[in-house]
Structure formats: structure tokens, C-alpha cells
């Protein structure tokens, strides 16, 4: 039999139903500009009709509905969007963060400048043209000297520039490697959360939310993928679980640690989260990268084989190997460049340099000259750019610029075609040595010295004419001019690269992202919409009360009172 308060029971559910989803309503308007929120909406479901299915129910003439209730309040989100956005947004997290180094590196190479130094290098040739001209002129000397000074200083600042940028690497390195184990660790404890409360019953969206804006931030870091763990005990249908993170590659395969996909969070609760750890060999270069357990487990990864994201672009620009001799990276490589430059174009100018003859001294005595460039300084960990600076004989004196050519009417007869021979021959390893012995043997010359004409600029001319020598520079070969400017080039091809794959990924970001915002993002048009939906409903609910009020009130003082 059914109840006289039947209705009013109906009317009181339809009316709390629609204050639950007044109060959504409310909750995601005073949201509409928290960074991260996902609207939600209440699902409304039907309570179960009366008489329910059985043997005893009784016989009327149909089921009748006893009314809605607030099933769940379930987040408007689609899964699908979030793992579009991530993959993106881990693609934006690498190339923005190599775009920058490279920018960076163009910024203090400066090429092509006033400053640049390929410009010093050109100004260096053109003062020993000048110095060919009026060899004995001290103006033209002290322009050789300070143009020589001012490579040596440029190899110098372009070598401490870059390191400088370098070692700042290391540091954002590291703040980014705590940043990731500091999400991990969240990530972690709102899993544990989450696993708590959902066997009850409930739906967390906040903590789901929180799990999302955690995913976003380290997919920018590492590449990710994630998954869903449902949770047991008496879960809502609406509730989404814990988070599964496994580090994958490039082509979305998970890395294997013997065998075993590398979870670096664990949903379930069943293997201990991980903490990156990342290996600096000297203070010089990354030669580990690995995942580590609260146990002291070691998930080691191959360092030339890292999962792409905001920290491989790190690694890259700062240097990674596994040992000194291998080290590759993006300052590493340009470092190395300009010490093997720096290097060659010294060692053959103090060839040059070594081959010709200072200004006579008071007595007419002309020294052998000794090196333009001083490159002492150089050690395993100091390269030529650093160490290169111009000779303390140079410095101390202008009449040590060895710009004059030994005079071959002084070297005795039958060693005169001997020295012809020495220098065209072809510029082997013993070339410069080979010259260097016969003009420092006293016998091959006329009164056991050589002598120097005044106003010769034969060794000068040579020493310019280094401009068009092509030299080896590791395994490629060129001018000093073309082999820097091919560096440059490499360089200018690298940064235009990353640029167009940065904005390629930002504007597939930016599509994705526009596509999430709106099945995500709360709309108030929409809010104010559904909120007078609501209000107009509970209000109709409101009504039907003080309709079934009134026919209580008839029922009650209105029947029955014949015969009083």
C-alpha cells in the first residue's frame, strides 16, 4: 500500500537533488579562474520504483517512480584530450628548452658582428698585410700586436662565456632533477589519498584535479605515460583511481628494467615510488641517469638513451657521456670546437712565426723568432681557447715580431738549394721542424749567424698568407675563415631547427589545449544557465510540497467531520 506521505518524500528528494547541483553550480562559477579545475556536474539517477520486483509486492498498476538522487558529482573531462596534451606538451618541454641554449649560444658568438670573432680574425690578417708593407715600422707592429691580442682575448672570452653558461646548466639541472622527484612524491601521496577513500564510496575530484595539474607539469619534464587504477571495496562507478606513471620513449614504449616496465609511481601501491638520480662525473659532464627506490635500488638507464622532455634538453646542452673522451652535448661540442681551433691556428701561425727574424738589435744581431702565441696553459681540463694568450716576448717588446725572412745570400754555398728545397717542400709533420733545424744550425750560414735584410717582410707576407693555407681541424679540413664559418652555420641550421619544432609543438599544444578548455573549463554562460534550470526546478519541487500540503490539510481537518 502505498504511503500518504509518498509524494512529499518524492518532492523532498527532487528538491535536495537540485540543491546538490545548485551547490556544483556554485562551487564551479567560484572556480571559473582557478588554474587547473575541471567543472563538474551531478548525476542524476533515478531512486528505484515502488512496488520493487518480488513474490509478496502488491498488485497495482504499475511501478511507480519514488523520485531522483544525486548519484555522484563526476568531473566533465575527457581522457583522450589529456594524453594529446601531454605528449605535446613533453614535445614543447624539450625543443623550448634546447631553443634556448642554442639562443644563448648564438647571443654570445655574436656572429656576424663588429665584435664576432671571425671580424678580429679578419682585422688580424689585414694589419700583417699592412706590417708586409713597412715591416720596420713600429706603428704597423704595435696594430699587429693589439689585433693579435685581441683574437687571443676573443678565444679567451667566447671560451669563458660559454663554460660560464655551461655551468649554469648544471645547476638548473639539478633544480629540475628535485622538481621531479619533489612531483613524484606528490603524485605519491595523493595516490595513497585517493586508494583511502574511493572503497567508500566517494568521488575526489579535487584530489583528481591535483593528480592532473601534477601529470601536466612532469610530462614537460620526462615522457610519461599514465594510467588508471581502479580501486576496490565499494567504489563508485564515477571514480577514476590512482595513477600508474611509467617512463616511456620517444616511440611511447616503456623502458625495460630487467624486463619490467619502469614505473616510476605505482597505483597500486604495490612497488615504491622512484627517485631520479642524476650522476655528474668531475663536475664536467652527466655519465648517470637513473631511478632509484627507498630501499637503495638502482634502476640504471644508458645516459645516451634519455626519455625526451625539459631535462634531456638539460643534459644535452650541459654535456653527457660516459667517460671524458666521449662527452657530447651541445656546449661540450662547441667548446671543443673552439679549443681545436684555437689550437690549430696558433700552432701554425707560431710555425710561421719561428721561421723568420726579429729587428736587428744595436749590433745588427737578428734573433730566430720564437712564438706568437703562448699556449702553455693548455691541460686536459683547460683547452686552447682558454689558454691561448700572446707570447711574453711579443708583449714586452714590438722588435720580437719576427717579420723579416732569413737572407739567403748569407747561407753558404751548397746549403742554399738545401733550404730552397726544405721550403716547397710538401707541409708533412716534419715540414716546420725540418726549417726550424737548418736555420738554427750555425754552420749553413756565412760568419756561423744568419742575417736579416732591413725592410724584408718576406716572413710577415707568410703569416698573412696563413688567411688561405687549408689546415685539418679533427677530421675536416678549410681556411681558419671557412672552417669557423661552417661551425657558425651548423650552429645557425641547429637553432633554426629546434625554432620551427618548437613552434610546431606550441601550436599543437595550443590546438589540443583550446580542445580540453572547452569540454573542461567552466563556462559561466552555462553555469548561469544550468543554475536557473536548478533554481526552476527546485522550486517546481518547492510547489508540489505545499500541493501535497493542501491535500494533506484537506484530508485531515476537512474529512471526517460529520456528526461533531
Known sequence: MLSTFHALETARRAMMTQQYALHTTGHNMANANTEGYTRQRVNFTQTESYPAVGKNSPSVPGNLGTGVQAGSIQRVREQFLDVQYRNETNKVGYWDTRNAALTK???????????????QIDMFWTSLQDLTVDPEDSGARSVVRQRALAVAETFNFLHDSLSAIKSDYKKEIEVTQREVNSILSQLDAVNDQIRKIEPHGYVTNDLYDQQDRLLDQLSSMINIQVQREKSGGQANSAAEGAVTVTLINDQGNPYLVNGQPLKLVDGTGVEARKQLDITFENANFVSGFSFVTNDGTVHQLNVNDLPRGEIKALIESYGYGTNINDVMGVY???????????????TEMNHIHSLGFTLADRNGH????????????????????????????????????????????????GQQQTYQNLLHAPRDGAYYDNLRTFLGDANNFIGGTP??????????????????????????????????????????????????????????????????????????????????????????????????????????????????
Open 105 to 119: 649560444m648564438e647571443d654570445v658568438l655574436n656572429e656576424p658582428s663588429e665584435q664576432g670573432l671571425n671580424r
Open 332 to 346: 661540450p661540442n662547441m667548446i671543443h670546437e673552439l679549443n681545436n681551433m684555437a689550437e690549430v691556428f696558433a
Open 451 to 564: 742575417t736579416a735584410f732591413a725592410g724584408d717582410g718576406t716572413n710577415a707576407k707568410r703569416l698573412a698568407d696563413v688567411k688561405d693555407i687549408v689546415l685539418t681541424f679533427n677530421n675536416d679540413s678549410g681556411t681558419i675563415s671557412t672552417y669557423y664559418q661552417g661551425v657558425i652555420g651548423d650552429m645557425a641550421v641547429t637553432t633554426q631547427e629546434a625554432t620551427r619544432m618548437l613552434n610546431s609543438s606550441a601550436s599543437l599544444q595550443d590546438s589540443v589545449d583550446y580542445r580540453k578548455k572547452s569540454v573542461s573549463n567552466v563556462s559561466l554562460d552555462e553555469e548561469m544557465t544550468m543554475m536557473i534550470q536548478y533554481q526552476h526546478a527546485y522550486n517546481a519541487a518547492a510547489r508540489n510540497i505545499t500541493m501535497v500540503d493542501e491535500m494533506l490539510d484537506r484530508i485531515i481537518n476537512g474529512m471526517g467531520v460529520v456528526g461533531r
Open 366 to 413: 737578428v734573433q730566430q723568432g720564437g712564438n706568437l702565441f703562448d699556449l702553455s696553459g693548455i691541460a686536459p681540463e683547460v683547452g686552447a681557447a682558454k689558454a691561448i694568450q700572446l707570447d711574453a716576448a711579443i708583449v714586452s717588446s714590438l722588435n720580437n715580431i719576427a717579420a723579416s725572412g732569413v737572407n739567403t745570400n748569407g747561407i753558404v754555398t
